[in-house]
């Protein structure tokens, strides 16, 4: 069972970045894929993007150009880089080994990620 904390999230202003970090611990990162989720009050949580163990990547269309998923497998970590962020992507965001469908590990507390003017 892998143990995920996310982080790197904080108010930024429309057209902004923010760079969110994934730190993993267990013995399945490796060898899985890494998601990157994200969810509003009441709702469930949705996918934003893939990175493959070889890393091959696939995002959401809403933030296809805008973001890069990116891993480091030495030192266990996945990172989401948002760039050109806009008000509609304020949501609590998550990391999970595994692919959308079937997330391996425990879901951590997740980050905020708050865009507003």
């Known amino acids: 069972q892998v143990q995920l904390v996310e982080s790197g999230g904080g108010l930024v202003q429309p057209g902004g970045s923010l760079r969110l970090s994934c730190a993993a611990s267990g013995s399945i990162f490796s060898i899985n894929a890494v998601g990157w989720y994200c969810q509003t009050p009441g709702k469930e949580r949705d996918w934003v993007a893939t990175?493959?163990?070889?890393?091959?990547?696939n995002y959401a269309d809403s933030v296809k150009g805008r973001f890069t998923i990116s891993r480091d497998n030495a030192k266990n970590r996945a990172y989401l880089q948002m760039n050109s962020l806009k008000p509609e992507d304020t949501a609590v965001y998550y990391c999970n080994c595994g692919s959308r469908w079937n997330p391996l590990g425990s879901w951590g507390q997740g980050t905020q990620v708050t865009v507003s003017s």
């Open positions: 990175i493959t163990a070889f890393g091959s990547t």
